[in-house]
């Protein structure tokens, strides 16, 4: 059975500064991705990784991903408040079926 | 393009009550996922349909049950409610069937309050 394990599950930060979320998993998928939930809202797509080495920007994130290792990076460069959010990253077990990290909140003061 | 539509939005019921939520998938979309969030146990995966085949099912009892019809449309039902069940209920809609190469695209949910 697939394992998904985020973390830190809370991460409070400065803004301007930089930090790191990881997503590992337990079984082998060539597919994960990394969503955004505001309170209240839905999950908003933010990248499709989809082999080894995959590495996708956007803005101030940057996502990575080691298959060998089992290993997904969320990365925030200079973070503003408008990035306050919950991360999720999901992996794809089969079909369309995502199993989901547990989520990271982010909370970035000013 | 309109996205993935969830009615209704909210819903309050009672113990022993069903509830049927319904999902309109993005236009062309043919594969529906529904999902489970609670704070308890995060985002759990419901099932999934295509071409009106229920093609996975995660672990939840039988009282869970979904349909596809012809247009894609999807509706999920939940009968002798708990409050356990208690939970935003989120759809989702994508384009292929093995493993999307774009993401699944989620709907706003329906938050289902069981008294």
């Known amino acids: 059975e697939l394992k998904v394990e985020q973390n830190p599950l809370f991460l409070s930060m400065q803004e301007g500064k930089n930090y790191t979320i990881y997503c590992n998993y337990s079984?082998?998928?060539?597919?994960l991705y990394w969503y955004r939930q505001d309170p209240g809202k839905s999950l908003e797509s933010l990248f499709v990784?989809?082999?080894?080495?995959a590495v996708k920007q956007e803005g101030r994130l940057m996502a990575s991903l080691d298959t060998k290792a089992r290993l997904s990076t969320l990365h925030i460069t200079a973070a503003v408040h408008d990035l306050s959010a919950t991360y999720f990253c999901?992996?794809?077990?089969?079909?369309?079926?995502?199993?989901f990290g547990a989520g990271t909140i982010l909370r970035v003061k000013s | 393009k309109a996205g993935v539509t969830q009615t209704p939005r909210y819903l309050i019921k009672t113990r022993g009550q069903q509830v049927t939520l319904s999902c309109s998938p993005i236009?062309?979309?043919?594969?529906v996922s529904w999902y489970q969030q609670t704070p308890g146990q995060g985002l759990q995966f419901l099932f999934e349909?295509?071409?009106?085949?229920?093609?996975n099912k995660g672990n939840f009892p039988g009282r869970f049950s979904g349909r596809q019809f012809s247009n894609s449309r999807s509706e999920m039902n939940v009968s002798t409610l708990e409050l356990g069940d208690s939970a935003l209920y989120l759809c989702?809609?994508?384009?292929?069937?093995?493993?999307?190469?774009?993401?699944?695209?989620f709907g706003n949910g329906t938050r289902l309050t069981v008294t």
């Open positions: 989702a809609s994508s384009l292929s069937l093995q493993g999307p190469n774009s993401p699944l695209h």
């Open positions: 079984t082998t998928s060539d597919r």
């Open positions: 990784l989809l082999s080894n080495g």
């Open positions: 349909y295509f071409s009106e085949t229920q093609r």
């Open positions: 999901a992996v794809l077990e089969y079909g369309n079926k995502l199993v």
């Open positions: 236009s062309g979309h043919r594969s």
